[in-house]
């Protein structure tokens, strides 16, 4: 599902990648450990086409996506890969179900088909009663699990999850957690994970070490 060869990333004159080979293969959940400032979140980002590497390839479902223009880039994403960030970074002026619907519109998915789906997305996720309340009516579990369907509303086969449980409590965190190996069980997704979360890294199939920008393990 995922390779990179030799993946390089400069800011400035920091060398934040040093030239990363990671290979993650289709079904896997694996986990992409170390301190802060190890490279994670920028290979995490750099895998998800959200930003360039300096160097190397990135090889994604089988496509190389430096031979991707901007356009092909955005259409790529918006189909092939969903994200879920520690703040869920949903839009606060409209409800749990538009949010969950926004790349559906991006996708120009017709309205009926994206909001049916929608709404079983909301049902799987235990939130069908809270499809039309706004960001601030909900829960912080609530938020991360309206994040999740938004994830998955274009039918993506990877998710890529940078500190997905990071702003949680102790019992968000846990059923997060379980969500996320459910939804393997149930999409068939592979999922990567950037975590300092010793729990939800050692549920993971492979644990992966970064340390100065290199992976070490």
């Known amino acids: 599902m995922i390779q990179t060869v030799g993946i390089k990333k400069n800011f400035g004159t920091l060398q934040v ?8 293969y289709k079904g896997e959940i694996v986990s992409i450990v170390g301190a802060s400032g190890a490279g994670k979140t920028t290979l995490l980002q750099i895998i998800g086409t959200l930003d360039k590497p300096n160097g190397g390839t990135v090889i994604v ?19 092939r890969i969903g994200f879920v960030f520690q703040f869920h970074q949903l839009l606060p002026e409209f409800s749990a179900l538009e949010n969950v619907l926004i790349p559906a519109m991006i996708a120009r998915v017709p309205v009926k088909a994206a909001s ?3 709404n079983e997305l909301l049902e799987f996720l235990q939130l069908k009663n809270r499809a039309t309340h ?17 994830a998955l509303i274009n039918r993506p086969k990877l998710i890529l999850a940078d500190e997905p449980s990071g702003s949680l409590d102790s019992q968000n ?23 300092h979360d010793e729990q939800l890294s050692n549920l993971s199939d492979r644990i ?10």
């Open 61 to 79: 479902d089988g496509v190389d996506v430096k031979n991707l223009n901007e356009k092909q880039l955005s259409h790529f994403r918006n189909q």
């Open 208 to 217: 992966i070490r970064m340390k100065d920008g290199i992976i070490v393990n």
């Open 134 to 150: 706004k960001p601030s009516e909900l829960s912080g579990g609530e938020k991360q699990r309206v994040a999740v369907a938004r």
């Open 173 to 195: 965190k846990e059923e997060l957690h379980r969500l996320l190996f459910n939804l393997r069980r149930e999409f068939g997704l592979t999922i990567v994970i950037v975590t």
């Open 17 to 24: 990648l040093k030239g990363v080979d990671l290979q993650v």
């Open 116 to 118: 049916e789906y929608a």
